[in-house]
């Protein structure tokens, strides 16, 4: 397959749902858990969940960057975007998540120097050209994002900048996994695996997830039928007996992950004794942190942050949405008080957010049972 097309096409997604409909065990409820937003942007942009049989069951898990930034760290940003001599500089989605004190854009409008950047090179870039600015870079993401952030405080090194700083709050994939799989409260299946994150860290840090909590795990790609087969192959495990770690991205992720890019976060990062998640509390080891040799550019060296712990709305359950405990239409104010122009929580800000992909495609209310007679339904067009 080389065209996007191919990853969308209409006839072997039926095929998929056919044999989706076929191995499903009718007496047996599963839920699977799709780790990644990009996955669940997928399942409702396509339709994907009314296709499958009533007793195969996806929920949302915490794998959206933006989500699971709790309020305290938004203030600490707002409080660095406000210094004077400081350029603040933020990926797009990061603009409107709401902290206890506003959100960027708010900041921004009362003034403050806030740029949105497309990469961390972007903001170094600024630096460059502005010597007598402090320039911050907001950096955020899973594994994925790290090494471009470690790639540009190597050059920033390199060239001797010394106006760039990087306040970090990258966060790594398994801790939460093990948080979400020793939740009492949670009863789980399956996990489609996340597939960015899986092309550095590979398929080896999963291991534990059958080895320790029984559970299959299939790595999986982003499009229809990558998502569809998945499905596939978890259900193919469940009616064989099986529990494994599988690889449904081969033509990207590898067991060994990228070699190159994990010695780069090895080399500029250490992990933090413990991080704050939204919805998930403080788990150990969980997220990165400018190592010594690069404190240099670590803002939260140079600058004296407040690093006052803000507690989520009480109103706001998007906590409850990252742990796949409820559905985004299960929360009080999904829709009204909720919504994409006027956000309360992070799932709803993020183009990875589980809600904003409800509210974006239309999944307003719970849905109904998906129809017997698969033939009938709309398939994945084109």
């Not at 708010?106 to 003034?111: Q, S, W």
């Not at 229809?224 to 978890?234: E, G, R």
């Not at 992950?257 to 090895?266: F, S, T, V």
């Not at 600058?303 to 006052?308: C, E, I, N």
Request: proline share 8%; net charge negative; hydrophobic share 40%.
């Amino acid at each position: 397959m080389k065209y996007v097309d191919e990853y969308r096409d209409p006839a072997a997604a039926r095929a998929l749902v056919h044999a989706i409909h076929d191995i499903a065990d009718p007496d047996r409820h599963v839920k699977i858990m799709e780790v990644c937003g990009g996955h669940t942007h997928t399942i409702y942009r396509h339709g994907i969940e009314e296709l499958l049989p009533a007793q195969v069951e996806l929920v949302h898990g915490p794998g959206c960057p933006v989500c699971v930034i709790p309020m305290g760290r938004v203030d600490d940003a707002l409080y660095l975007a406000r210094q004077p001599d400081v350029t603040f500089t933020a990926f797009g989605d990061m603009m409107r998540v709401p902290g206890g004190d506003g959100c960027l854009l708010d900041a921004k409008a009362d003034g403050a120097d806030i740029r949105m950047v497309y990469s961390p090179m972007d903001a170094l870039a600024i630096a460059q050209r502005e010597p007598d600015r402090q320039v911050v870079f907001f950096a955020v993401g899973f594994e994925t994002t790290a090494p471009s952030t470690a790639v540009t405080l190597l050059r920033a090194r390199e060239a001797g900048v010394t106006n760039f700083t990087v306040f970090c709050n990258h966060v790594t994939i398994v801790p939460p996994l093990r948080a979400i799989l020793s939740a009492p409260d949670l009863e789980l299946d399956g996990f489609i695996g996340p597939g960015h994150v899986s092309t550095v860290i590979g398929n080896r840090p999963y291991r534990f997830v059958p080895e320790e909590f029984g559970k299959a795990l299939v790595t999986t790609g982003f499009e229809p039928l990558d998502v569809l087969q998945a499905i596939h192959m978890l259900l193919t495990q469940f009616a064989e007996g099986r529990c494994e770690v599988e690889n449904q991205y081969t033509r990207v992720v590898r067991d060994e992950g990228n070699p190159k890019a994990l010695a780069l976060l090895d080399e500029v990062f250490d992990l933090r004794p413990h991080f704050e998640w939204r919805g998930l509390g403080s788990i150990p080891r969980s997220a990165l942190e400018v190592s010594e040799g690069f404190a240099a550019f670590d803002a939260e060296r140079r600058f004296a942050l407040p690093g006052v712990r803000v507690a989520d709305p009480a109103s706001c359950q998007c906590g409850e949405v990252l742990r796949g405990a409820i559905k985004p239409w299960e929360c009080t104010v999904f829709g009204t008080a909720c919504t994409p122009e006027t956000p309360i929580g992070t799932c709803m800000v993020s183009s990875e957010g589980a809600c904003a992909a409800y509210y974006n495609f239309g999944r307003f209310n719970e849905q109904v049972a998906p129809a017997d007679d698969v033939t009938a339904l709309p398939v994945v067009p084109r």
